[in-house]
C-alpha cells in the first residue's frame, strides 16, 4: 500500500530515517573490472566491519568497566577501577564513588576503606584528571569528596595521602581551576576540604600543605598578603577564634612584626572608590576591629611569650589616637567589649594592647627591650594623652553625685564625654600603672615632685623652705661596706666607707 501526503514525503527524504546502502553510492561509478568491483566491496565491507567493532568496545567498556569513552582517553589503569569496584560491590566508576562516599562517611567504613587502599587508587583517578575537561568535573567532583571523607580523622589515610603527594596533586587542580576563565566552584570547595582535612592530622600535614600552597617569599608578595586579608576576613564573618587563626595572626603581626601591613588591607573592603576613607580618622572596618581583637587576646595569654617591637606599639599607638574621635559622637556603653561598633572596639582593642605591652615588664625578667618600648611610647605623649582622655570624659558615680550638687547650687555645667564601654577609665588608669611600673623609682619621684609643684604654690614654699637633717640608714649600701654622710661644708650627701 503506497502512502501520500506530506508524512510520507517527509519520511522519504529524511537522511536519518533513510536506510544507508553503500551500494548506491557507487552505482554510478562503474568499476573498470570484475577485479576492481571485488576490491571495492571488500574495503566496503571492511570499514563497515570496523565501526560495529569500535562501537561494540565502546558499550563494553561503558556497560561492563563503568567508564565513559571520555575516561579511557586518561588511561585509567583497569587495576584502579577493580579495586573500586570490588570495595563498592559496582561494576560502574560513578557508582562506585558514589557507593564509597556513602561508607566513608563513618569511622568504621573510613578504617575499612583504608585497610583496602581505597585513597591510593582514587589518587590515582585524580592524577589521570589533573586536566580535565569541564564535562568530566563530575567525576572529579566525586574523587574530591570521597578523598574529603577518607581523610576526616582517619590517620592512615591522612599519612597515605601526604605520602603519595597528594598535596601536590590537588594543589595543580585548584590553581588550574583557579586559573581558568570559568571555575568551578563547587570543585574548588570540596578540594579545599580535602586539604583541610589532611591539615587536622599534625604540623607536618600543615606545613605540606602551606609550603606548596604558598612557597617560601611568596606571602610578603601582595598575592600572599591578599589570601591573609581574605583570611581575616572569612573569620572575622564567622566569627572564628580558634587555635589556628592566633597562631597564624600572632605569628604575622607580633612576632614578625608585619601587623602595619595587614592592618591598611582589611580597611573599607565594600566603601565606594570615590569615598574619602583616609580623612576619617574615627571610621574602621569590622574586620580590622576583629585582627585587633585577637591580637589583644593573643597577647594577654602569652605576654610572657611575646616581645612586641617598637614598630608594632608605636603603630597600636597610632591606631588608638586616631580612634580617639569617635568620643566626639559616642554614647555612654552598656557593656564591655566588644561593645558592636567598630571604631569603639578598636579604640578598646587598641587600648588594651598597649596595657599589655607596657605590662610585660611586670610579669617577667626585666629585659632592655621591654623599657625601650615604654620610653618610646612616653617620648610620644602616652601619658600625657591618657591624661588629657581621663579629664574629658565623665566622672565616677561617687565623684558625679558632688558635681551635681555644685551644679544645682552653682548654676554652672560642665560638659563632658562618656565612657564607650564599661571598663574603657579601668583600662586607661591601667595602662598609665603599667608605665609607671617600668619608669625606674628615682623618675617616679620626680614626676610626682613635679605634679606636686606646678601651679601650686604653697607646695612650692614648703619645698624651698626644707633643709638637709641628716642621712638615712639605707641596707642595701650597708652591705657594700658604705655609709651616707653629709659634708658639713658643702651640706651634700657623700657616700664613705664604713671603716
Known amino acids: 500500500m503506497n502512502k501520500s501526503g506530506p508524512s510520507a514525503a517527509r519520511t522519504r527524504n529524511s537522511r536519518t530515517e533513510e536506510p544507508i546502502s553503500c551500494s548506491s553510492h557507487f552505482r554510478r561509478q562503474p568499476a573498470t573490472s570484475a577485479a576492481d568491483r571485488r576490491n571495492l566491496w571488500c574495503k566496503i565491507a571492511l570499514s563497515q566491519w570496523l565501526i560495529v567493532l569500535a562501537q561494540s568496545l565502546l558499550h563494553l567498556a561503558h556497560t561492563v568497566m563503568g567508564v565513559d569513552p571520555p575516561f579511557l582517553e586518561h588511561h585509567i589503569s583497569e587495576g584502579t577501577l577493580q579495586l573500586l569496584f570490588g570495595a563498592s560491590n559496582s561494576s560502574n566508576l560513578e557508582k562506585s564513588l558514589e557507593i564509597l562516599i556513602l561508607n566513608s562517611k563513618s569511622d568504621s567504613g573510613r578504617l575499612d576503606l583504608a585497610s583496602k587502599r581505597v585513597l591510593p587508587a582514587v589518587l590515582n583517578i585524580v592524577q589521570s584528571l589533573t586536566h580535565a575537561s569541564h564535562h568530566e568535573h563530575h567525576v572529579l567532583s566525586l574523587c574530591f569528596k570521597l578523598l574529603r571523607n577518607l581523610c576526616a580523622g582517619e590517620v592512615a589515610n591522612q599519612n597515605s595521602f601526604l605520602e603519595l603527594n597528594g598535596v601536590v596533586v590537588v594543589s595543580s587542580i585548584l590553581r588550574s581551576e583557579a586559573g581558568s576563565s570559568g571555575p568551578d566552584h563547587g570543585l574548588v570547595r570540596w578540594g579545599l576540604q580535602v586539604l583541610a582535612n589532611v591539615s587536622l592530622a599534625g604540623k607536618q600535614h600543615q606545613c605540606a600543605i602551606w609550603e606548596e600552597l604558598y612557597p617560601v617569599g611568596e606571602l610578603s608578595s601582595d598575592r600572599g598578603w591578599s589570601v591573609v586579608a581574605e583570611i581575616v576576613r572569612t573569620a572575622s564573618s564567622a566569627g572564628f577564634g580558634e587555635d589556628w587563626i592566633k597562631l597564624l595572626l600572632s605569628r604575622i603581626c607580633l612576632e614578625e612584626s608585619q601587623l602595619p601591613v595587614l592592618f591598611p588591607k582589611l580597611r573599607f573592603v565594600n566603601a565606594p572608590e570615590v569615598e574619602d576613607t583616609e580623612s576619617k580618622d574615627d571610621q574602621f572596618s569590622s574586620e580590622q576591629a576583629f585582627l585587633l581583637q585577637i591580637l589583644s587576646e593573643i597577647l594577654n595569654e602569652r605576654i610572657r611569650d611575646i616581645t612586641v617591637s617598637k614598630d608594632v606599639a608605636l603603630f597600636v599607638f597610632g591606631i588608638f589616637k586616631k580612634s580617639i574621635g569617635v568620643l566626639d559622637h559616642a554614647v555612654k556603653g552598656k557593656c564591655g567589649l566588644p561593645s558592636g561598633s567598630a571604631a569603639v572596639d578598636v579604640l578598646g582593642y587598641s587600648l588594651t594592647i598597649l ?40 566622672p565616677p558615680a561617687i565623684i558625679r553625685k558632688g558635681i551635681k550638687q555644685f551644679e544645682n547650687q552653682d548654676g554652672a555645667s560642665c560638659s563632658s564625654k562618656p565612657c564607650p564601654y564599661k571598663g574603657f577609665r579601668r583600662d586607661i588608669v591601667a595602662l598609665i600603672g603599667n608605665c609607671m611600673k617600668i619608669i625606674f623609682p628615682e623618675r617616679m619621684g620626680i614626676w610626682s615632685v613635679r605634679n606636686m609643684l606646678e601651679g601650686n604654690e604653697e607646695n612650692q614654699k614648703v619645698v624651698a623652705e626644707l633643709e638637709l637633717q641628716g642621712s638615712a640608714d639605707v641596707p642595701e649600701i650597708s652591705a657594700l661596706g658604705l655609709r651616707v654622710e653629709v659634708d658639713q661644708r658643702t651640706r651634700r650627701a657623700k657616700l664613705v666607707n664604713v671603716s
Open 355 to 394: 596595657r599589655d605591652i607596657c605590662a610585660q615588664d611586670s610579669v617577667r625578667d626585666k629585659t632592655p627591650d621591654a623599657n625601650d618600648v615604654v620610653d618610646v611610647l612616653l617620648s610620644y605623649g602616652l601619658i600625657e594623652l591618657l591624661l588629657s582622655l581621663l579629664g574629658d570624659l565623665d
